[in-house]
């Protein structure tokens, strides 16, 4: 089933688009977690990280190049940022369209406070 996300990749609901190319999209999420707060997606349509196929080993590692691409611009390698994948209702997944969240411009401190 689509989602939110699928309206953002098909342009019918507007985002604050950092960086696409055909497979991902990034773009800024709507209520930050940090400083910097981005979501990068594959424009094909897989609900979960369960839902990963064999098939889909490029597009992922696409995704993780484009994570690459989009930090270096924003100038954060350096110092550092978080790469996050929720799953499902105990990893706290609201959007069931796979993405990662980077998370950067501040310290992030332990996965668990
Ligand atoms: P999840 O909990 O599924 O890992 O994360 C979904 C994320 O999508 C949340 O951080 C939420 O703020 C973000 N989000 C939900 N709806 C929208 C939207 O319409 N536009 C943008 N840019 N982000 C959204």
């Known amino acids: 089933m ?3 996300f ?3 990749i098909e342009r019918e609901i507007p985002a604050n688009i950092v960086y696409e190319n055909d497979k991902v999209l ?5 209520n930050p977690q940090a400083p910097i707060h981005i979501l990068v997606v594959p424009k094909k349509e897989i609900p979960t990280v369960n839902d990963i196929k064999a098939e889909d080993r490029e597009l992922i590692g696409e995704m ?3 994570i690459g ?3 270096k611009e924003l100038g954060v390698q350096e110092e550092g940022y978080r790469v996050i994948t ?3 209702q105990y990893g706290g997944q609201e959007v069931f369209h ?3 969240h980077i998370m950067a411009g501040e310290p992030l401190g332990p ?3």
């Open 2 to 4: 689509s989602t939110i």
């Open 6 to 8: 699928t309206k953002i």
């Open 26 to 30: 990034a773009f800024k999420d709507i």
């Open 64 to 66: 993780y190049l484009a």
């Open 69 to 71: 691409e989009i930090t």
């Open 86 to 88: 929720n799953c499902n």
């Open 98 to 100: 796979l993405h990662f």
């Open 111 to 113: 996965m668990r406070a």
